[in-house]
């Protein structure tokens, strides 16, 4: 996760700093997810802790940027929904792995990055969704999966503050029965067995004759 931790911001020093950035991981592989504008770096979730198990919360993105708009969680499908922003490079890195993850399981899974955190450009003025929309674009092919905007900070709420995820790039992997299967990072490798897991318990029973999915293959 991109960003310095919690515990570093109360060292004093450049020295210091450095040394908990070099000791800690987290420290260069996410960013605060509460730098967006309307929100409190730090504030409490108003819902309760959002952990696997549990029912996924609502899903309203104020714009759909790219891909089909997902009114709702289909049973038996799975999606993920994965935190981002553009000015975020963890996140931008996190990006060809998520449109690989797209394409393996294009006919069994949707992803859907959803960027709550974007911010504004200095001198005032909203640009937020403008500036989301320019770089999905310039993307292209690059950023091949569903891509949502919000800018009243709702989803991030439900979702990140409830699970109490402090730093983005942060995914969540919902299973065909609309619960979560899985938090955590999607640059890590466990994400990609988790959607499998989350896909085979979400497709009833094999018949003597049929054919596998696209995924199932490989």
Same mark, same amino acid.
């Given at each position: 996760?991109?960003?310095?931790?919690?515990?570093?911001?109360?060292?004093?020093? %450049?020295?210091?700093?450095?040394?908990?950035?070099?000791?800690? =991981?987290?420290?260069?592989?996410?960013?605060?997810?509460?730098?967006? /504008?309307?929100?409190?770096?730090?504030? =409490?979730?108003?819902?309760?802790?959002?952990?696997?198990?549990?029912?996924?919360?609502?899903?309203?993105?104020?714009?759909?940027?790219?891909?089909?708009?997902?009114?709702?969680?289909? /049973?038996?499908?799975?999606?993920?929904?994965?935190?981002?922003?553009?000015?975020?490079?963890?996140?931008?890195?996190?990006?060809?792995?998520?449109?690989?993850?797209? @394409?393996?399981?294009?006919?069994?899974?949707?992803?859907?990055?959803?960027? /709550?955190?974007?911010?504004?450009?200095?001198?005032?003025?909203?640009?937020?969704?403008?500036? %989301?929309?320019?770089?999905?674009?310039?993307?292209?092919?690059?950023?091949?999966?569903?891509?949502?905007?919000?800018?009243?900070? @709702?989803?991030?709420?439900?979702?990140?503050?409830?699970?109490?995820?402090?730093?983005?790039?942060?995914?969540?992997?919902?299973?065909?029965?609309?619960?979560?299967?899985?938090?955590?990072? =999607?640059?890590?490798?466990?994400?990609?067995?988790?959607?499998?897991?989350?896909?085979?318990?979400?497709?009833?029973?094999? @018949? =003597?004759?049929?054919?596998?999915?696209?995924?199932? @293959?490989?």
């Amino acid at each position: 996760m991109c960003g310095i931790s919690k515990s570093s911001m109360v060292l004093v020093g %450049v020295g210091a700093i450095a040394a908990a950035l070099a000791l800690s =991981p987290v420290a260069t592989s996410s960013a605060w997810a509460g730098e967006k /504008s309307g929100a409190k770096p730090g504030s =409490p979730a108003k819902s309760s802790k959002l952990v696997a198990g549990a029912k996924a919360p609502e899903f309203n993105p104020t714009n759909w940027v790219k891909g089909d708009p997902v009114k709702s969680f289909e /049973s038996g499908k799975v999606y993920v929904v994965e935190f981002w922003a553009t000015w975020c490079p963890p996140c931008r890195e996190s990006i060809p792995h998520l449109t690989s993850m797209q @394409k393996k399981f294009k006919d069994d899974a949707t992803i859907i990055g959803m960027a /709550s955190y974007e911010r504004p450009s200095k001198g005032g003025g909203d640009d937020r969704l403008a500036k %989301v929309e320019k770089f999905v674009k310039d993307q292209g092919d690059k950023m091949n999966y569903t891509v949502a905007f919000e800018k009243d900070g @709702k989803v991030g709420e439900l979702w990140m503050e409830a699970a109490k995820q402090e730093g983005i790039p942060a995914a969540f992997v919902v299973g065909g029965d609309g619960k979560i299967a899985w938090i955590g990072s =999607p640059l890590d490798k466990t994400m990609e067995k988790k959607i499998e897991a989350a896909i085979k318990a979400a497709k009833p029973a094999k @018949k =003597p004759g049929d054919k596998p999915s696209d995924s199932e @293959k490989r």
